[in-house]
């Protein structure tokens, strides 16, 4: 009976079958620039995190010939200077042994490490709500120590963030052209399927179906096609995420940031083909409403 | 209940395809359109089953101006008007049952009161035998009576009809116009086009007679009759024969 088919044979149609398909595509593509903003937002995150409070002082060690006794005489006179500072919480030493290991993933474990002029490094720890002037502070070093400086990592920081939310406005840009092709290619094939079946929706105009009722018809299809096309693309896209964190896994390098989604970031990319249905299923219902706006 | 005053009607640039014209059907009446081919009949009972809009001039149709209808409202007004489409207009993907039961789904009546009614209704058209068949695999009286049985299985209380004798031999137009009688009165207001002019002939109902886009009332008495086609002589209304002919039983082709 009526009530289980539909009025308008959509299904039949040549011109929805493809729809899934490049829903699927458009969708991987909004789960992938998604995923790289959302691992890049965390890289970011970490690294404000460890880095914000925090400041390195450089003491260089010259070629001139200062006893090892005079070295730690000058660290200690710093290490003194810089505790009494106001906005100072700490001030630490980081031993050599400690500044070679910092250097391995990108020399690699090997024995002439002890040989380089490696400088020394006190790590500060600084308060955040009242930081010590940089300023008047490497000045201060400078008279113990010349040539001492202050590395409070904002440049790098910075510019670490900068490229962080390029690659965030990237992703949204691309999620928005996604979304927009997604749209664009609904109004075609819902226009196709309305031409197509003109003389059905001009029937059931005709008989006294309200634009809503003819609307449920194609708006219906299209949430269908929609989802359809959204589990598709996120399954692929949670395949690929799979396989980079494992190749990422592999490489076992500092280097390369860990791919790892938190359950909430799974809900997110679970919710896509939901909001590809919805998309589709919005945009086909004005499309429609549109199109038999102007049947009198 | 039909009311049209002045109106005129034009497709785009195009010459004028009715010119001021005004008419007034009262419930329960039946009137035929007749006209050359070309004369405008169509787009007269397209303006009345709202699917064209006039140029110029007013209509009102069950006492509402249909200029000032809002889309939900028109579309409330054409549930009360049942079309007989000259070409049938059965959507071939449904069955029989399915297309005689489309005004009523779209009027969201249920399914178990909708099944009820279609089935009776075309048993009374002579098709309970074909209730899934597909409209492809009917002949074309057959689908005429479908066309028929969806246009009045909402009880319209306007019934047009474009054209339903063009397709069909004379016997059976002349019954199916007994048909739309016996709907005319149950208390349907009637509105048949037709070229057919002998047929029309033998019912006395008045024609609205349509002359390069203006309207002419006349009595369908008035009309010449031809030769094949005789006066009908009086009728006991009790023992008409109303029931439209099915191919392939005799008996019931009369």
């Known amino acids: ?296 | 209940m039909v009311r049209f005053q002045d109106v005129s009607l034009r497709y785009g640039a195009g010459p004028e395809i009715l010119d001021r014209v005004s008419l007034d059907l009262a419930p329960g009446s039946f009137h035929f359109v007749i006209g050359a081919s070309g004369a405008g009949k169509s787009s007269l009972l397209k303006m009345m089953y709202l699917a064209n809009r006039p140029t110029s001039g007013r209509i009102s149709l069950f006492g509402r101006d249909v200029s000032s209808l809002s889309r939900h409202d028109a579309a409330l007004l054409r549930r009360r008007i049942g079309v007989v489409f000259q070409d049938f207009r059965l959507l071939d993907h449904l069955s029989t049952l399915d297309n005689v039961a489309l005004p009523l789904k779209v009027s969201g009546q249920r399914s178990d009161e909708i099944r009820k009614d279609v089935v009776e209704l075309l048993t009374w058209v002579g098709l309970a035998d074909h209730l899934d068949a597909k409209p492809a695999t009917l002949s074309g009286g057959q689908q005429q009576r479908v066309a028929i049985a969806r246009a009045v299985v909402s009880r319209p209380s306007l019934l047009l009809a474009d054209e339903p004798t063009g397709n069909v031999d004379n016997r059976i137009a002349e019954r199916l116009l007994y048909l739309f009688e016996e709907l005319n009165k149950r208390g349907t207001t009637i509105v048949v086009a037709t070229h057919n002019e002998a047929l029309i002939s033998r019912f006395n109902y008045p024609v609205i007679r349509l002359v390069r886009g203006e309207v002419r009332l006349e009595h369908a008495e008035t009309l010449i009759r031809t030769s094949d086609m005789p006066a009908r002589a009086p009728v006991d209304h009790g023992t008409r024969d109303t029931s439209l002919p099915v191919e392939g039983n005799p008996e019931s082709a009369g």
Do not use: C
């Open chain 1, 1 to 296: 009976m009526l009530l289980r088919k539909s009025v308008v044979p959509l299904n039949s149609d040549a011109t929805g079958r493809f729809l899934p398909w490049l829903v699927a595509v458009m969708v991987y593509l909004a789960a992938l620039a998604l995923v790289s903003a959302m691992a890049m937002s965390k890289i970011v995150t970490r690294w404000d995190h460890g880095l914000s409070g925090q400041i390195t002082v450089q003491l260089p060690v010259s070629e001139s010939d200062l006893t090892e006794a005079e070295i730690t005489n000058r660290r200690e006179e710093v290490l003194t200077l810089l505790q009494q500072s106001p906005g100072v919480l700490s001030a630490n030493h980081i031993g050599r042994e400690e500044t070679a290991a910092l250097l391995e993933p990108w020399l690699g474990q090997t024995s002439g490490l002890s040989e380089l002029p490696l400088p020394d490094l006190i790590a500060v720890e600084i308060d955040q709500l009242d930081p010590p002037s940089t300023a008047s502070l490497t000045a201060r070093l400078i008279e113990i120590v010349p040539g001492a400086t202050i590395d409070d990592h904002q440049r790098w920081l910075g510019n670490l963030l900068n490229l962080a939310r390029s690659i965030e406005i990237v992703a949204a840009l691309v999620v928005l052209l996604v979304g927009l092709s997604a749209v664009i290619m609904v109004v075609f094939v819902t226009r196709m399927g309305l031409a197509v079946h003109y003389q059905i929706v001009e029937l059931l105009h005709l008989i006294g179906a309200q634009d809503g009722y003819i609307a449920r018809e194609f708006q219906t299809h299209s949430l269908k096609l929609g989802f359809f096309g959204g589990l598709v693309g996120v399954a692929l896209a949670a395949l690929t995420i799979f396989g980079i964190t494992r190749l990422l896994g592999q490489a076992d390098t500092a280097l390369l940031p860990a791919l790892s989604l938190r359950p909430l970031e799974w809900v997110i990319l679970g919710a896509l083909p939901f909001a590809s249905a919805l998309v589709a299923m919005v945009t086909a219902r004005l499309t429609v409403l549109r199109t038999l706006s102007r049947i009198p």
